[in-house]
């Protein structure tokens, strides 16, 4: 599994519970992050991870910022990108198997009521399950030319 991760100075200690989550997963982890306090603009960050994301050879990428709404918004002003910002095992597991997201989000500075490593793993091992979730993720896509 390849996964591209990438976040600004708000993130920094989610990022680290996250890369150890890949780390369990046995992920190749392409780190783009931050480690550093030093401000730096949440959508550089999102356009850095998409852009490397598009070239290929990714299963899905990891943003964070302080609260994941701001590089998640970001990211989903990318053509390709489908970002979702999860909250739980439930909605990181949904939004792969539904929504077929390849990008996914978190806040650094939000207070989830499960371990981030959890939700990272209930979406790696989900798989997009198609069928009416197909064309729904089409109708998706036809937005990006608006």
Do not use: W
Not at 65 to 93: E, P
Not at 115 to 131: C, I, L, S, Y
Request: charged letters at 20%.
């Amino acid at each position: 599994m390849r996964v591209i991760l990438s976040n600004d100075h708000g993130g920094i200690a989610v990022r680290e519970a996250i890369l150890s989550a890949l780390n369990t997963l046995n992920a190749e982890v392409y780190d783009m992050g931050v480690s550093s306090e030093n401000s730096v603009d949440y959508p550089d960050r999102a356009a850095l991870a998409a852009s490397e994301f598009l070239k290929g050879g990714y299963d899905f990428g990891v943003l964070i910022c302080g609260t994941g709404i701001g590089i998640s918004m970001a990211a989903n002003k990318i053509h390709g990108i489908r970002c979702a910002l999860i909250y739980d095992s439930f909605s990181a597991r949904l939004a792969r198997e539904h929504n077929n997201a390849n990008f996914i989000a978190f806040g650094g500075r939000m207070h989830y009521h499960e371990p981030v490593e959890d939700m990272v793993r209930a979406f790696a091992e989900a798989k997009f399950e198609g069928g009416r979730h197909a064309c729904r993720v089409e109708k998706i896509h036809q937005l990006e030319s608006l």
